[in-house]
T-cell receptor, first 115, second 115 residues
Framework: AQSVSQHNHHVILSEAASLELGCNYS??????LFWYVQYPGQHLQLLLK??????LVKGIKGFEAEFIKSKFSFNLRKPSVQWSDTAEYFC?????????????FGKGTKLSVIP | NAGVMQNPRHLVRRRGQEARLRCSPM?????VYWYRQLPEEGLKFMVY????????ESGMPKERFSAEFPKEGPSILRIQQVVRGDSAAYFC?????????????FGEGSWLTVV
C-alpha cells in the first residue's frame, strides 16, 4: 500500500527564516500531490497541488513545492516565514488506478513561527 | 462561501449514544468523502459516496459506523453506541469528479468528543 512520510514532526522557526518541509511517498505510478495547511481549530485548506507539467509548483501565501520524481519527493518551501504561517502542514498523494479517489496523508508537520 | 459545509462543528456525546455528522458538498460536486483525524495522526480515509451510492467503505470500522448520501439533502456519517476511541475530528470532503486530476476540497470538520 502507498504511504506518505513527512520527516519532521515539529519545526520551530523565527520570522523571516526559510522553510523546507520534507515529503516522500511510496508509489511508482502516476500521482497527484497536494499540500494542505490546517490552522489551529480550522479546516484543511489547499496550499498547492501538482498534477503534471512543471515540477515546480507555486501555491498561495508564497509557498511553493518541487516534485522530484526520481526521489519520490514533494518538498514544501517558503523563502521567508511569518508568524501567521504557524499551522500544521499535511502532504497528501492521490494515486492512479484502483482507489484513485483516496487521498493518503502524511502524519503532518507542525510549524511554529516565533515573532 | 460555497465551500464544503459541515455541522455540527463540535459534538459531545456520552458513551453509548449516537452521533450524527452532516456534510453538504460544494455546489456542483457529487463526490463526497469522509476522513477521520485521530490525535497526532494524519487523516485517514473512511468512505467515498456518490448520490445514493456507497462506492468504497473500505476505511470504515466494521461495526457501529455507517454513511449515506441521499438523493436530497446532506451526507450523513452516523456512529452508533459511541466509545471513547471514537473521539476525533471528522472531515468531509467533496470533488467535482473522481480520481487523478481532481482536487478534493475539505470542510471545517466536526470534532466529536465522547465522555
Amino acid at each position: 500500500a502507498q504511504s506518505v512520510s513527512q520527516h519532521n514532526h515539529h519545526v520551530i522557526l523565527s520570522e523571516a527564516a526559510s522553510l523546507e518541509l520534507g515529503c516522500n511517498y511510496s508509489y511508482g505510478g502516476t500521482v497527484n500531490l497536494f499540500w494542505y495547511v490546517q490552522y489551529p481549530g480550522q479546516h484543511l485548506q489547499l496550499l498547492l497541488k501538482y498534477f503534471s507539467g512543471d515540477p515546480l509548483v507555486k501555491g498561495i501565501k508564497g509557498f511553493e513545492a518541487e516534485f522530484i520524481k526520481s526521489k519520490f519527493s514533494f518538498n514544501l518551501r517558503k523563502p521567508s516565514v511569518q508568524w501567521s504561517d504557524t499551522a500544521e502542514y499535511f502532504c497528501a498523494v492521490l494515486i492512479s488506478g484502483a482507489g484513485s479517489y483516496q487521498l493518503t496523508f502524511g502524519k503532518g508537520t507542525k510549524l511554529s513561527v516565533i515573532p | 462561501n460555497a465551500g464544503v459545509m459541515q455541522n455540527p462543528r463540535h459534538l459531545v456525546r456520552r458513551r453509548g449514544q449516537e452521533a450524527r455528522l452532516r456534510c453538504s458538498p460544494m455546489k456542483g460536486h457529487s463526490h463526497v468523502y469522509w476522513y477521520r483525524q485521530l490525535p497526532e495522526e494524519g487523516l485517514k480515509f473512511m468512505v467515498y459516496l456518490q448520490k445514493e451510492n456507497i462506492i468504497d467503505e473500505s476505511g470504515m470500522p466494521k461495526e457501529r459506523f455507517s454513511a449515506e448520501f441521499p438523493k436530497e439533502g446532506p451526507s450523513i456519517l452516523r456512529i452508533q453506541q459511541v466509545v471513547r476511541g471514537d473521539s476525533a475530528a471528522y472531515f468531509c470532503a467533496s470533488s467535482l469528479g473522481q480520481g487523478i486530476g481532481n482536487t478534493i476540497y475539505f470542510g471545517e470538520g466536526s470534532w466529536l468528543t465522547v465522555v
